[in-house]
Nanobody, 121 residues
Framework: VQLQASGGGLVQAGGSLRLSCAAS????????MGWYRQAPGSQRELVAT????????HYADSAKGRFTISRDSAKNTVYLQMNSLKPEDTAVYYC???????????????WGQGTQVTVSS
């Protein structure tokens, strides 16, 4: 199983970006998908996550009202729409998933490779 993240870049404060994360490989079912971020000198922190079976979502306080997590189940893809971006949103954003592997039938945690988001003031 692999997670391929894309969509990062450089944007001015107040702008928008949409991140994508596609899961591929031997997948029986996806339990959770979401996004974390890590700024220089800081710990990795949760941004938003989705429980796939219920479509329920959870956001960090810093993301509420500005970011929206959504999914395309047919593509095993989750998106993070980020609006009203601030310089403090600058970080490497990592896709995260808990996936029931289709081969071993074991729930495993996966991380994407990270995509850089830079918000200029």
């Amino acid at each position: 199983v692999q997670l391929q993240a894309s969509g990062g870049g450089l944007v001015q404060a107040g702008g928008s970006l949409r991140l994508s994360c596609a899961a591929s490989g031997s997948i029986s079912s996806i339990r959770f998908m979401g996004w974390y971020r890590q700024a220089p000198g800081s710990q990795r922190e949760l941004v938003a996550t989705m429980t796939i079976s219920s479509n329920s979502t959870h956001y960090a306080d810093s993301a509420k009202g500005r970011f929206t997590i959504s999914r395309d189940s047919a593509k095993n893809t989750v998106y993070l729409q980020m609006n009203s971006l601030k310089p403090e949103d600058t970080a490497v954003y990592y896709c995260h998933a808990l996936i029931l592997d289709g081969t071993d039938l074991v729930v495993t945690e996966y991380w994407g490779q990270g995509t850089q988001v830079t918000v200029s003031s």
